[in-house]
């Protein structure tokens, strides 16, 4: 959580600066739920595919911070080459996969890759999970994708981080339901609900889920409830959230509530969190100054193409 946060600040400031090219979308206020979800699965084993504000479970999956800064600032060294938008990387033979702008796209993705595991006889003890936003809810491949995996009893969890708005439209505009959580009995799958900014909270549901999920206990769907702490993107103001809404408990930010929380518990002291804070900012300047001095993607000389003539191999990465 704290990387990550160190690294959008960073990303907003290089944004500003015209340094980047495209969108930066900040996951400020989502971190306890990414993280959770990100660090109750295993690299290299499980499958992820993540979405637009998910650096927090990037990082906890097993990301490189390389990786990020590279593919942000447009550097040949990283895994899209600088070929494709920032956001828009992953490492797919490692379980993450990149993320697809069409949201709600990913549940029927994971659901067919957990799927064609099971037919090659490699599912067991595998989980396959995706987070999405509450509007992500109301498109035809999340209900698609989710009635699937509920059939087929796979392994799925879907995290669903309802910020009360997708992009600037409210909740009372999307869906007529009481609670998202209230989905999921129509498709037949374990829901749980969690409060996203709760950090301790967040990792003992998400964490159960993930586990309920990987001893055979079928699709599970989590909603947890929370605000996105800035606009949909870097490009946008949020001037449509209600002030009094900001104020109220959603607007809390789980980054302070999990610090208290360390404290409090003992897990850490004040100063052990400042120290890891300011050694990560250190680690995270240093992998955007080396991504921002490596090469750039040379369009005259390019010789990558996505389907090869050669008969040998007619699909080339």
């Known amino acids: 959580m704290l990387e990550a946060r160190q690294l959008e600040t960073k990303l907003a400031s290089l944004y500003k600066a015209g340094k980047i090219v495209g969108g930066v ?13 990100g660090g109750s699965l295993k690299w290299k084993h499980d499958v992820f595919a993540p979405l637009i504000r998910d650096q927090g479970g990037r990082t906890a999956f097993g990301e490189d911070l390389l990786d990020c800064a590279r593919t942000y600032l447009g550097s040949v060294e990283g895994p899209m080459r600088g070929r494709d938008g920032n956001i828009h990387r992953g490492r797919p033979a490692e379980g993450l996969l990149a993320m697809i702008s069409h949201l709600g796209a990913a549940v029927p993705v994971v659901t067919g890759m957990l799927l064609a595991r099971r037919l090659k006889g490699e599912l067991d003890g595998v989980v396959g999970a995706t987070c999405i936003g509450d509007g992500g809810t109301s498109t035809g491949a999340f209900h698609e994708g989710l009635n699937a995996a509920a059939v087929e009893k796979l392994p799925l969890v879907v995290v669903v981080a309802n910020n009360q708005f997708a992009y600037s439209t409210p909740n009372d505009r999307q869906f007529a339901c009481e609670d998202l959580y209230d989905r999921a009995k129509g498709y037949g799958v374990a829901g749980h609900r969690v409060d996203g900014t709760d950090f301790l909270a967040c990792l003992r549901v998400i964490g159960g889920a993930v586990a309920s999920a990987r001893a055979g206990g079928g699709p599970q769907m989590v909603v947890a409830n929370l605000l996105r702490l800035s606009g949909h993107g870097e ?4 001037s449509y959230v209600p002030d009094t809404l900001r104020a109220g408990h959603l607007g809390q930010d789980c980054m302070d509530v999990a610090r208290q929380q360390m404290v409090d518990s003992g897990y850490a002291t004040a100063e052990e969190i400042e120290g890891w804070r300011s050694e990560l900012e250190d680690r995270v300047q240093r992998a955007l100054a080396k991504a921002q001095q490596e090469t750039k993607p040379d369009p005259w000389h390019e010789t990558w193409q996505a389907c090869s003539q050669n008969p040998a191999l007619p699909f080339e990465a």
């Open 235 to 238: 490009h946008d103001d949020g």
């Open 25 to 37: 979308y900040l996951g400020k206020g989502q971190e306890a739920v990414s993280a959770s979800l």
